[in-house]
T-cell receptor, first 114, second 114 residues
Framework: DAGVIQSPRHEVTEMGQEVTLRCKPI?????LFWYRQTMMRGLELLIY????????DSGMPEDRFSAKMPNASFSTLKIQPSEPRDSAVYFC????????????FGPGTRLLVL | AQSVAQPEDQVNVAEGNPLTVKCTYSVSGNPYLFWYVQYPNRGLQFLLK??????LVKGSYGFEAEFNKSQTSFHLKKPSALVSDSALYFCAVRGRSGANNLFFGTGTRLTVIP
């Protein structure tokens, strides 16, 4: 199994630009999670999906952030427009109910907004 | 509300000595508890979990954790620390009953000194 796949691994962009982060969960997993990690705030859950449906997006910082899961094998997290304070490492994780909520994390996308 | 606390930001231990990374929890209902490890520039990796049964849970890389209901604790332990165990460790608890999101602690940085 390839594990959770995220792309790109690194992204450098200028303030105001649109940023799209991508995630492919582990095949057969029905839950997908987006996290953000910073030194100041630690690990924050942004949003999660069950069976492609958003369940809890209360962690999404503001309207500039949006996430979609059009099918069971793909999800995107979009920031438009990006700001320097969005600079962080963004992780995607997936889990299956049969695994009793054990989440498996991707390698992360390191985002730098200049 | 479900939450975990990791009271120590940093733990230092000499190689070969036993290590303990502390975690306390607050939950309504039965706790599902997890430990994850994060190596530099990597995603979080699952170490072990407690769902039910034996209070001593064994996990990856020789780690174990002891569930203590009376003290609401779930401390991570290893009998003999290795330099390669140096990493960031996160305790987590499942969300409310029926949910499958996790609430993570703030993390404890473990440094094993040669």
């Amino acid at each position: 199994d390839a594990g959770v796949i995220q792309s790109p691994r690194h992204e450098v962009t200028e303030m105001g630009q649109e940023v799209t982060l991508r995630c492919k969960p582990i095949s057969g997993h029905n839950s997908l999670f987006w996290y953000r990690q910073t030194m100041m705030r630690g690990l924050e859950l942004l949003i999660y999906f069950n069976n492609n449906v958003p369940i809890d997006d209360s962690g999404m910082p503001e309207d500039r952030f949006s996430a979609k899961m059009p099918n069971a094998s793909f999800s995107t997290l979009k920031i438009q427009p990006s700001e320097p304070r969005d600079s962080a490492v963004y992780f995607c994780a997936s889990s299956s109910h049969q695994g009793l909520e054990t989440q498996y994390f991707g390698p992360g996308t390191r985002l730098l907004v200049l | 509300a479900q939450s975990v606390a990791q009271p120590e930001d940093q733990v230092n231990v000499a190689e070969g000595n036993p290590l303990t990374v502390k975690c306390t929890y607050s939950v309504s209902g039965n706790p599902y508890l997890f430990w994850y490890v994060q190596y530099p520039n990597r995603g979080l990796q699952f170490l072990l979990k407690y769902i039910t049964g034996d209070n001593l849970v064994k996990g990856s890389y020789g780690f174990e954790a002891e569930f203590n209901k009376s003290q609401t604790s779930f401390h991570l332990k290893k009998p003999s620390a290795l330099v390669s165990d140096s990493a960031l460790y996160f305790c987590a608890v499942r969300g409310r009953s029926g949910a499958n999101n996790l609430f993570f602690g703030t993390g404890t940085r473990l440094t094993v000194i040669p």
